[in-house]
Structures are given as C-alpha cells and as structure tokens.
C-alpha cells in the first residue's frame, strides 16, 4: 500500500547515544517533515524539506539534525539523546509545500533513559 | 507565526448523538484548514479539508464549518459511532508547514 514507513516503531535509548529515524514515501510528494507529538503539546514541527535538496527548521529543532537523502527518503538524527527527547516521532509528506493535506507514517515512539 | 488552538480538550458523547469539535486560529490571511483525525498508536488520518473562499464543507457523515470573521472552524460529526473515538486535531497552513491545534479527545460512549 501506498503511504509513509517509519523505521524503527519502537526505540529505547540511553543518554548521550546516538541514532536515526527512517522516512520513506512512495506517494511522489515533494515536501516532507518531522513532527514530535508529547502528551498536551500537540503536534510540533522539528524540520521539514519543501523540496529534494533543502531543509529548514521548524517549531522544536534543537538537538536534532535532517537528511533528504532523496525524493522518497527524509531521515532525522539526535546525535546526543537526552531525556526531554523522549517523544513519539511522526513523519510526513505532501504534494506541495504544505497547502495540501499531510499522509503520516505510524509513529517512531522513543525513549531516553 | 500561527497559532491554534481548541477550546476542550475532551468531549464525551452518547453513541448516535452528534458532535462538535472546535478550533480557533490566529492569522486572519490563513487560507486552507484541515482536520485530522487520530486513533490510539497510529498517526494521524486526514478527515476532511476546506478552503477559506467556503464556509461548509460536506463529507460522509462529517461536516466542516468555517467562519473567517471570528477566526474559528469546526468539525460536527453526525450520529458519532464507537469508532469515532480519537483525538481529532485541526491544521493551519502556513507558507510552507501547518500548525496542528494541540487535540481534543473524542470518547463515544455506548
């Protein structure tokens, strides 16, 4: 089926490691993006890629880096975990910067310990 | 920037009723709304979308309203099943993202 994979679905971290989270589409979209979703804080951006080629900062990037790595692939690295980093991470993507409706992926859930 | 926000965090109702779910927004140029939809450990589903050139916008059993004037949209769901039950976000788009609202949790009741 059609959509947006997110690898892994589950992760638990020590501080201080390292690790990347895994997006890939198969919907042609130009734009995707990183979210984090914490319990009474909505959804938060952290970066997005409007395009293959460029990445930008969202709400919430600190501590984090990005790489499109191509068309279908956008993926999100914390170099150092820490704690306030444990999150339940969403990708997405969308035909056209944004002004069309987001597809999710399932969700990465992480913790740091 | 935008921001979004709703007005309950949780609303309760009786199988078969119909429900409300509000959203407030700040930017008065916002020109595209969305609402989302999401079930216990899955990522959010798009419901439904409207343009502000509307003010109704009709799906299957859902309806979205928006008024410019006050800034505000909704999202009313018709006779609410149990598997209506989620957390239902509204969006705003912005240049090139949206700003999602932080969520009201709908629990339908038999």
């Known amino acids: 089926n059609a959509g947006v994979t997110q690898t892994p679905k589950f992760q638990v971290l020590k501080t201080g490691q390292s690790m990347t989270l895994q997006c890939a589409q198969d919907?042609?979209?130009?734009?995707m993006y990183w979210y984090r979703q914490d319990p009474g804080m909505g959804l938060r951006l952290i970066y997005y890629?409007?395009?293959?080629?460029?990445?930008d900062k969202g709400e919430v990037p600190n501590g984090y880096n990005v790489s499109r790595l191509n068309k279908r692939e956008f993926s999100l690295r914390l170099e150092s975990a820490a704690p306030s980093q444990t999150s339940v991470y969403f990708c997405?993507?969308?035909?056209?910067?944004?002004?069309?409706?987001?597809?999710f992926g399932s969700g990465t859930r992480l913790t740091v310990v | 920037g935008e921001s979004v926000g709703l007005h309950l965090p949780t609303l309760s109702v009786q199988e078969g009723d119909n429900s409300i779910i509000n959203c407030a927004y700040s930017n008065s140029a916002s020109d595209y709304f969305i609402w989302y939809k999401q079930e216990s450990g899955k990522g959010p589903q798009f419901i439904i979308d409207i343009r502000s050139n509307m003010d109704k916008r009709q799906g299957q059993r859902v309806t979205v309203l928006l008024n410019k004037t006050v800034k505000h949209l909704s999202l009313q769901i018709a006779a609410t099943q149990p598997g209506d039950s989620a957390v239902y976000f509204c969006?705003?788009?912005?240049?090139?993202?949206?700003?999602f609202g932080k969520g009201t949790m709908l629990l339908v009741s038999p």
């Open positions: 919907m042609n979209h130009n734009s």
């Open positions: 997405a993507s969308s035909s056209m910067d944004g002004n069309y409706g987001y597809t």
């Open positions: 890629s409007a395009s293959e080629g460029t990445t």
């Open positions: 969006a705003v788009a912005g240049y090139s993202t949206l700003t």
